[in-house]
């Protein structure tokens, strides 16, 4: 007799996958993990806004600025904020170019080819004789250093892009919260499904970059270029910030023969599913200015918890790091349900084995995450 059902998975972390194959997520469902991860992304939410804000501002009012002091202010100069700025009474919005750069160098999407094509670089030389018309020293620049203007001009894009996903995630985290507090989220499938319907809504949303100069506006990033959410800013931020990242400064050794940096990029395994939180709070380490800047909007039900913790909040910042973890293996099992070939509850058992394949494939990149740790 010939069965027809599928075999349980001889991967190590089977557990894992059955539990996206049953509708759940690569995170245990328990009241706990839904009020952490809920109450973070809520924090996340307001801070993804601001930084949304400015990068896009930066984008759109910075671009070939060499020296650009006030970028973090958002046109908004005045001898008070400077004080704060100063005293780093503010949003750190070095993280967020921080993820800008990771997207950036490890590339992806059609946003990473876009950038690099004719049509890019026609406008981007455009720009370049309106901004810098009559003034020698730039022109001079340019002509000496040809790619020099450019480069600066496709990372400006890529503040766009990222500014524009950020858009986009900051609201869906802030609407989950919102349905929370409502009573209509009470498990981690509903957290997975709210983000997987959300993605799914802003997928065919266009990824868009217009400058202006002298009056005159210029389609960096046209319409016409076909690019949008999902896959060029969605796809790729997960890849390059999720999964791959980049080495903290201070905690490996970047000498070439030392090797601690693997050779290949596609290597990295630097992401926030991998990251340790031990270290956060120590002097170069990118995710500290996040967790610095989730802490003053948590939501006061998570505070609580944290307050009952062994530690109370000596450690504030590695138990946000936790929860901040938690809560991205929520966002990635969105993502991963939303790429599958198929439908994860389907009957059909060749489609059913082709989503096995699928997940198996993804496990292998989870081995050396932290979501064994996140799941204790």
Known sequence: MVTTQLKPSNHPLAEAIHRIETGEALLKDSPENVLEVVGILKSYGVVLDAYSKNLIYIAENQFLV?????????????????????WHDRINFEYAEYCMKAMFWHGG??????????????????????????????????????DFLPEQMRMMAYYSG??????????????LSDLYDQGEIKKIPDVVQHVLDGLVAGANTPITYQVKVNEQTYDVIPKEANLTFLMDTAVPYVEAVFFRGTPFPGTISYNA?????PYDQGMFTYGALYADPLPVGGAGIPPTLLMHDMRHFLPEYLHQLYRQSFRAEEDLLVQICVSFQKSMFCVTTAAIKGLAPYPMDTTDLIQQKANRAYLEKWMNRFTTSRILDVNQ
């Open 257 to 261: 023969q030392a090797y601690q940096i």
């Open 66 to 86: 060499l020296f650009p002091f006030f970028k973090y202010f958002n046109g908004d100069v005045t001898f008070s904020r400077l004080l704060k700025h100063w």
């Open 162 to 175: 990222l500014g524009q996903f950020w858009r986009i995630m900051a609201d869906m985290f802030l609407s």
């Open 109 to 146: 999407g059609e946003l990473d080819t876009y950038v690099d094509s004719p049509e890019f670089l026609e406008v981007v030389e455009q720009v370049v004789q309106a901004k810098f018309k009559g003034n020698l020293f730039m022109m001079s620049l340019h002509k000496a250093f040809p």
